[in-house]
């Protein structure tokens, strides 16, 4: 590193971000881009550590430590210090397809292995990615990479998610011919439908589906494969098929009330939202509004965070967020020690938010949620609970029980179910005859055949709910492994 001082003459500084009262008049993204002179400085932070753990992608007591797509960081940092942006750019396009998606919604487990942050705040490092990248476009540099020569081999993606874009950005630069099927009227998976603008825009995800359209993939919309287009076709007209159909069968409250007018799950929520932003009200059963209402968001997660921020930019009355576990500590536990993530109390832009608007944090700790109560219609009124305790069993294991007395009724026209995935949509997998493990589908990691011999899986629906990095570490290395099938070696990189 250039500036070998530079961790103890600089202090982190954070994002800057709109105000959080202001910015719920609009959808635009709620972060603002720092200076080349600040970004010059926090690149600068990164200490030269030798082993850069920033970058080691690996999994630790459940939980991703460090860039699964193993970012170069500390290069493309030190780059920036000096003022090299287009050198910086290559270095990050090196191991990322997307990092204008990454340096957006990735939550920076990077961050949290960064050797800095043993005793001092971490490098900014998920802010200098995304500005890279932002640069990059900017200037001009992201240019359409056409493929010099075709293989005129053909292969099928199933789903537009991050894995799957990978998988095909990789692939068509193999000179493959890739066609992407999406069961929505736009590509992207969650990128478009899931996360909400004020994380990511919508033109930042169609900026790079035209571009990878530029450069030679096909994108076949509004087609669910198994409905509007056969297993039997795809099989037939392709010479491989890769399935990135995520894991969005979200996991539900089978409880009393379950089925009143206003519970919905939270996904169906945020979809209905962007697709009322594109388009206007898109009317009947899409249309949700949480304008004038009293709001309940049941999950603790980011899923719960991006309700938040939606219901309160549609002017609801009240919106309050339940959490199961107990709030986390401040600072790391001994059981959580660098570099695992960081398990601590943070507060992210919807909770400034809600504590902006309403003059305190929505959240609420160790809540149950027993039942649902509908009005003479069957519109949701009120939502049951009972305060929990995470307590020791006689067998000295930890269990959740309710505290007697803690019960309380919390006035709801809206609920939001947000309490994870269970796993891909059922329906492919069974007809195409898959086999399966705790739901997903069934391919070992580093292969990624299924049981079908030309058959892959990359991404949630092979691993489960996961995050951004790795969908697009599956989905590269899921590219590899195609590719390796139909020539019998590979040129595409490998993490392995």
């Not at 695992?340 to 109390?345: A, C, L, R, S, T």
């Not at 938010?353 to 609420?364: I, S």
Request: hydrophobic content about 35%; glycine content about 10%.
């Amino acid at each position: 590193m250039r500036k070998a001082t530079g961790f103890m003459e600089y202090q982190r500084e954070e994002t800057m971000e709109r105000d959080p009262l202001n910015r719920l008049n609009d959808w635009n993204e709620y972060k603002a881009p720092f200076s080349d002179e600040t970004l010059k400085r926090q690149g600068a932070r990164c200490m030269d550590c030798g082993t850069p753990f920033c970058q080691m992608g690996d999994v630790i007591n459940g939980a991703t430590t460090g860039c699964p797509i193993y970012n170069l960081i500390p290069e493309w940092n030190d780059l920036v210090f000096q003022g090299r942006w287009k050198e910086a750019l290559e270095r990050l396009l090196k191991t990322n397809n997307f990092p204008e998606f990454t340096g957006r919604v990735c939550p920076a487990p990077c961050e949290g292995s960064c050797t800095l942050a043993i005793s001092d705040p971490a490098v900014t490092i998920k802010s200098i990615e995304r500005t890279i990248i932002d640069k990059g476009f900017e200037n001009g540099w992201i240019t359409p990479r056409i493929p010099r020569n075709r293989t005129g081999k053909t292969i099928a993606i199933v789903g537009s998610g991050p894995a799957g874009l990978a998988s095909a950005d990789q692939l068509n630069q193999a000179g493959h011919h890739v066609t992407i099927y999406e069961r929505q009227d736009r590509a992207g998976g969650l990128l478009m439908y899931g996360i909400p603008n004020m994380k990511l825009e919508k033109d930042v995800v169609e900026r790079r589906i035209e571009l990878l359209e530029q450069e030679g993939i096909d994108f076949i919309l509004n087609t669910e494969v198994g409905k509007d287009i056969s297993n039997e076709q795809l099989q037939t007209n392709f010479n491989a098929v890769i399935l990135c159909i995520g894991a969005q069968r979200q996991r539900n409250l089978h409880l009393d009330g379950r089925e009143a007018n206003g519970v919905h799950f939270a996904m169906d929520y945020l979809t209905a939202s962007t697709k009322n932003l594109l388009y206007g009200d898109v009317g009947g059963v899409d249309s949700i509004n949480a304008e004038g209402k009293d709001v309940i968001v049941i999950g603790g997660g980011d899923t719960g965070a991006d309700c938040i921020a939606t219901a309160l930019r549609q002017d609801c009355n009240s919106v309050v967020q339940f959490g199961k576990h107990p709030k986390l500590p401040s600072a790391r536990t001994d059981s959580n020690m660098w570099p695992e993530y960081p398990n601590i109390f943070t507060v992210d832009y919807a909770h400034k938010e809600a504590t902006e608007r309403f003059g305190e944090d929505p959240r609420q700790f160790c809540i149950q949620t027993k039942r649902f109560v509908a009005d003479q219609y069957g519109n949701l009124k009120e939502v049951h609970t009972v305060g929990m305790e995470n307590t020791k069993d006689e067998n000295s294991m930890f269990v959740f029980r309710e505290i007697p007395g803690t019960e309380k009724v919390w006035p709801a026209q809206l609920v939001f179910i947000a309490i994870g995935f269970e796993g891909p949509d059922k329906r492919l997998p069974l007809q195409l005859g898959l086999d399966t493990v705790n739901g997903n589908v069934k391919a070992k990691y580093g292969d990624f055949k299924t049981n079908i011999e030309n058959l892959f899986t990359a991404g949630d629906a092979r691993r489960g709910q996961s995050l951004i990095v790795w969908a697009i570490n599956e989905g590269r290395e899921a590219a590899r492994k195609v590719d390796e099938f139909l020539m019998g070696s590979s040129v595409l990189p490998s993490y392995l």
